[in-house]
């Protein structure tokens, strides 16, 4: 096969940043994808609908001329969000989900959630309204082994949340461990997950094997091997409920390489590529379009796009350095050559 043409894909997971990233955060989403969920875990983070509208605002000035793409947002559950504040989002029109971060389990995540206890009329409320909970499965116990906090969050957190809340939509973002696929797979139609590029190509020896390669570091950290083959399975098995989230995070690199390196991979440059080049080793080309293009704007209750994007088996190696608001910064599997390239889109009309 020389080329395969997919519906434009969306990615329901990504963070753009602020400010003057934001020239090339977006123009960077919207080259590949149709739509993008984005994350609101700035600084401060988005905890308001104004702050989401204004935020969106930002986010389409930054988009290139000509280009559809389209943002939808999310608001950052915290202890004190309001009860109208969920009304008022689901109302909107512009927020498609509510995000769940532990206190302190990544990157600017400090104003989380402390208790799960104390956001349960929260979480009523959007059972309710029917506004998915998109969640950063990790418990941040400190006696709990950094590689076994997805596990941890599935057994102590996701299963009672689950039951106590049985219409609630249940995003579990970001998915690196054989638990949580296991968890999904056999949960109800409501529940579904995400899964990055990183995680279906790399594991925890790409991270920490023959010296430390802080670009792979993310969290949820990499897992061991079996738990890669358990994604990739997830992935490419033809289910409607995982589906792509690239969960793109860029930092500068003097953020990665550094004695207390930032969590995050950015994975736009190329992100269809590494997820073909994911399938193709799984020898499932034919199923990227549904993880890549239908599944999610299924899940969410969107249209598909109409337009496509055609890969093209074109060798090309990937920039070593790319630039976030003027400071460098090393994308995912930096210099290396991938066998598959999207081919330049034509302008779009604006909506
Ligand atoms: C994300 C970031 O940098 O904002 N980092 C990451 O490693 N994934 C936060 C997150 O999604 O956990
Ligand atoms: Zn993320």
Known sequence: MQSLILTLPDDWHLHLRDGAALADTVPAAARQFGRGLVMPNLRPPVVTVARAREYREEILRARPPGSAWKPLM???????????????????????????YPAGATTNSDSGVTRLEHVAPLLAEMERLDLPLLLHGEVTDPEVDIFDREAVFIERELTPLARRFPALRIVLEHVTTREGVD??????????????????????????????????????????????????????????????????????????ESSCGCAGCFSHHAAL???????????????????????????????????????????????????????????????????????????????
Not at 208 to 232: E, M, T
Not at 282 to 289: F, I, K
């Open 74 to 100: 999310a608001l950052y559950l915290t202890d004190n969000t309001a009860v109208e504040e969920l009304r008022a989002a689901h109302a909107s029109g512009l927020i498609v989900g509510v995000k769940y």
């Open 183 to 256: 968890f999904v797979a056999a949960a109800p139609a409501r529940i579904v997950a995400t899964i990055t590029p990183q995680h279906l190509l790399f594991n925890r020896n790409h991270l920490l094997a023959g010296g430390l390669r802080p670009h792979f570091y993310c969290l949820p950290i990499l897992k061991r091997d079996v738990h890669q083959a358990a994604l990739v399975a997830a992935a490419t098995g033809g289910s409607g409920k995982f589906f792509l989230g690239t969960d793109s995070a860029p930092h500068p690199r003097t953020m990665k």
């Open 273 to 351: 590529e590494l997820y073909a080049l994911a399938f193709e080793r799984a020898g499932a080309l034919d199923r990227l379009e549904g993880f890549a293009s239908h599944f999610g704007a299924d899940f969410y209750g969107l249209p598909r796009n109409a337009e496509t994007v055609t890969l093209e088996r074109t060798p090309w190696q990937l920039p070593e350095t790319l630039s976030l608001g003027g400071e460098p910064l090393v994308p995912l599997a930096a210099g290396e050559t991938l066998a598959w390239r999207m081919a330049a889109r034509q302008p779009q009309a604006m909506p």
